[in-house]
């Protein structure tokens, strides 16, 4: 049985399926392991042919055990398009897009078509009239704004992780614009997959204006059913014109390049934050609707030209796609970095009022087994965060020592070695939703005055962290220094430290260190949040 047939009886079996197919599953797995990768695209000098651009597909798709074609579980179509290297927003310009070296690491999927109104009322429920631009199910949909295309990228993994269809470890987001280019040029360097030239009898764009000298063409004036012009290489349709689609990019003047590339913050050079739309549209001039097309919008915008593709992908970057719907922010991240994944959490003593802290599910489950308690009831001990070496931050008044920060090393007898974090902040109030930024040097905090419950105006800090010493040293706020008894909560990094993420006043904001600058991602003025329930007025 090969990856592909392995494959296909796991999406007629589910995962639940019969013992050969996980057992052909685990030696295949140890086969593969041993296996090596099928060559990475590159086409800086020059493109690549049809038959060498699909080769390069179908051998990246039999590697990772799939067709070309990948259906999830509401009927979309995906591609599968292999890693590799290409010159960002290569077609001779200068300025924004003038060429940059871009390299994508790992094979991903993307949607063959923009996503249908269709499959969007599968996933998110009755659609709102779309009369202007073209309606029906095998229409694109449009009028969604950008936190509403990343709820729905969500809400497809969790449909299809349900539905046992995702690839372990992927899930949905929306594209960068270095991946959306890279797939929509599949393998060609000009200015579309056509050519130089383009008619709008090859896409659906405003055909008075085609693209350098094309011959002249109809205009539609609305969008088209999805397929309905030539795909590239890839199988990717109505990448020119038809909608403009959402990609993951805060709009920067000049596009990123290097490995992976995504702009997660935005521009400090623009008086206000936008959101990249690649592509083109069904109302625009052909020269909109080239592979290099970057434009900008406020996220926050609905209009009949802007849609969505998703992709599929094990780079799940640091989440931030998923901030700007103002939900929440990740309120709880206890969870053990050993690899394991296992959560962590705190179960409250009814009698006394005290917490003792927990490893496991939170309830059980038939055929899951019962959590471990990691402290017994003697004293109190509040876990925020954990370490890669297996200890816990905790709050803790353990046995024998005072109140205050301690890293805990777990014992399976429930008597776990505390040893004390020195931190002159801690004698004056209380540190709370304490985050630890991934390579453990360094925190965020709330941080109340004095030690009363309930006090509000809290002010978030970010402070150096040493885990040998222990110590939490140089402890610096930056939101909320005026104690104003606002809400400010939940602080939490980006991937790669370069921000945190809080809720302030019922929104969400991103605080940039370089530069100590602070923008606002939410979309929306208000939160459906339960914390926010008990906000402090």
Same mark, same amino acid.
């Given at each position: ?76 179509? &995906? ?9 960002? $927003? ?7 897009? $003038? ?33 202007? *631009? ?15 295309? *990343? ?12 539905a046992g269809k995702l690839p372990e470890g992927y899930e949905y987001r929306l594209p960068t614009s270095a991946e959306w280019e890279y797939a929509c040029r599949a393998g060609t360097l000009t200015a ?26 109809? /205009? ?11 795909? /590239? ?5 109505? %990448? ?22 995504? +702009? ?20 625009? *001039? ?16 609905? %209009? ?16 931030? +796609?998923?901030?700007?719907?103002? *939900? ?179 929104? &969400? ?29």
């Amino acid at each position: 049985m090969n990856l592909t047939m392995m494959n296909r009886e796991i999406q007629k079996n589910g995962f639940g399926g019969k013992l050969i197919v996980f057992g052909t599953m685990m030696l295949i797995s140890a086969i593969a392991t041993f296996a090596a990768d099928p060559v990475p695209v590159r086409m800086i000098e020059k493109p690549l042919t049809t038959e060498q651009a699909q080769s390069a597909q179908k051998a990246w798709a039999e590697h990772i055990g799939f067709e070309v074609t990948f259906e999830n579980s509401i009927g979309m179509q &995906l591609s599968v398009i292999p890693p590799g290297t290409f010159p960002m $927003g290569k077609e001779d310009h200068k300025g924004e897009e $003038g060429p940059q070296e871009v390299t994508h690491s790992q094979p991903y999927f993307i949607g063959r078509y923009e996503v249908t109104q269709g499959e969007w009322e599968r996933v998110m429920g009755p659609l709102r009239k779309q009369p202007t *631009a073209g309606a029906g199910d095998r229409f694109p949909v449009y009028g969604i704004n950008y936190a509403e295309s *990343a709820e729905f990228c969500r809400k497809l993994t969790q449909l299809d992780r349900e539905a046992g269809k995702l690839p372990e470890g992927y899930e949905y987001r929306l594209p960068t614009s270095a991946e959306w280019e890279y797939a929509c040029r599949a393998g060609t360097l000009t200015a579309t997959y056509f050519g130089d030239k383009m008619s709008s009898r090859q896409a659906n764009f405003d055909g008075g204006i085609p693209l350098n000298g094309a011959e002249k063409g109809p /205009n539609l004036g609305r969008t088209a059913e999805v397929g309905s012009y030539p795909g /590239n290489a890839w199988g990717l349709h109505d %990448t020119y014109g038809n909608l403009y689609e959402w990609c993951l990019d805060w709009y920067h003047k000049r596009a990123k390049g290097g490995v992976d590339p995504v +702009h997660l913050l935005p521009s400090p050079e623009r008086g206000w934050p936008e959101r990249v739309r690649n592509g083109g549209c069904h109302s625009h *001039a052909g020269r909109y609707c080239r592979s290099s097309n970057r434009f900008f919008e406020p996220p926050e915008m609905r %209009t009949s030209k802007i849609g969505l593709r998703p992709v599929l992908s094990k780079l799940h970057l640091d989440g931030l +796609h998923q901030l700007t719907d103002a *939900a929440h922010t990740d309120g709880n991240q206890i969870r053990t970095r050993d690899g394991m994944d296992t959560r962590i959490w705190n179960k409250r003593n009814h009698e006394t009022g005290d917490h003792c802290v927990m490893a496991g599910n939170v309830s059980r489950r038939p055929g899951e087994s019962f959590p471990l308690t990691l402290t017994d009831m003697s004293h109190h001990t509040w876990a925020h965060t954990c370490l890669t070496d297996g200890r816990i931050l905790v709050r803790s008044n353990p046995p024998n020592q005072e109140p205050g920060y301690y890293l805990m090393t777990p014992n399976k007898d429930r008597t776990p070695k505390f040893e004390r974090i020195q931190c002159d902040l801690a004698t004056k109030g209380v540190l709370d939703r304490i985050s630890l930024s991934p390579s453990e040097t360094r925190v965020c905090f709330e941080f109340q005055t004095g030690f009363e419950d309930g006090v509000p105006g809290r002010t978030l800090y970010v402070a150096d962290f040493d885990a040998k010493q222990p110590a939490i040293t140089d402890a610096r706020p930056f939101a909320n220094e005026d104690g104003k008894p606002i809400w400010y909560a939940y602080p939490r990094w980006s991937k790669d430290e370069s921000a945190i993420i809080y809720q302030a006043g019922g929104m &969400l904001h991103l605080y940039n260190l370089a530069n100590k600058s602070t923008t606002k991602v939410s979309t929306t003025d208000s939160v459906d949040d339960p914390h926010m329930k008990r906000a402090p007025k």
